[in-house]
Every structure is written in C-alpha cells, then in structure tokens.
C-alpha cells in the first residue's frame, strides 16, 4: 500500500519556523519526484515547492522563495520542508505528493495546471498566528 504521511504541522507565531515531515511507503521513493502543495481555506490549492529523485534539483513558488527549504533522505524514505519567516498567509493545509516526473511535477505547480500526480498524503495543518 503507497503512504505519503505527513508530519510537524501545528500552530506557530509569525516569524517562527516549522519543519513538515513527508514519510514514504509502498513505492520505490528513488523513483519518485516529492512535492509539497498548500490549500488554504477558500483559495485554490497551490504547489510550493518540489525536488528530484535524480539529480536534487529544486522548485519554489515565488511565495515561499527565501524561506523554504525542501530537501530529501532516500535512506529515510523522508522528504523534509524547512519552513522559516512564517506569515500568516502561509497558514494552510500541507500536502505532500509524490510523481514519477520532476519536470511535468515542477511546471504544474509553477503554471498553477491541474496534473495527474501519482500519489498524495492527507494533509498536515499549518497555522501561523499574528
């Protein structure tokens, strides 16, 4: 059975930081590209950042830029979200989703398109208080 299950989410003040946690299961994680989408109450959902299987490569969305950090532990089977300088608009759920291809993966949430994506987790709450 493919698990994506994501960790560390809760509620931090503005400024504070926060690290998710995207542990793999059921699939060759090597295989895989890992991302992290966001989907706030009311707004659409939004991809923020994703990583390679194959060469590290990286992606951010304008509006975490600077302040977030992807990276990834294939022994661990984790994907990691560094996030740093919390605002209140980062307040959201926290999706991580794993895909065969980085590139398709990385356009989609650059383009804001709706892509077929592998597999998804079930969310992680975020919430930064003012």
């Known amino acids: 059975e493919v698990q994506l299950v994501e960790s560390g989410g809760g509620l931090v003040q503005a400024g504070g930081s926060l690290r998710l946690s995207c542990a793999a299961s059921?699939?060759?994680?090597?295989?895989?590209?890992i991302g992290w989408f966001r989907q706030a109450p009311g707004k659409e959902r939004e991809g923020i950042s994703s990583?390679?299987?194959?060469?590290?490569?990286?992606y951010y969305s304008d509006s975490v830029k600077g302040r977030f950090t992807i990276s990834r532990d294939n022994a661990e089977r984790t994907v990691y979200l560094q996030m740093n300088s919390l605002k209140p608009e980062d307040t959201a759920v926290y999706y991580c989703?794993?895909?065969?291809?980085?590139?398709?993966?990385?356009?989609?949430?650059?383009?804001?398109?709706?892509?077929?994506?592998?597999?998804w987790g079930q969310g992680t709450q975020v919430t930064v208080s003012s």
């Open positions: 059921g699939f060759t994680f090597g295989d895989y590209a």
């Open positions: 990583i390679s299987n194959e060469d590290g490569s990286t």
């Open positions: 989703v794993a895909d065969k291809y980085f590139e398709a993966l990385a356009a989609a949430q650059r383009m804001g398109v709706n892509y077929d994506i592998d597999y």
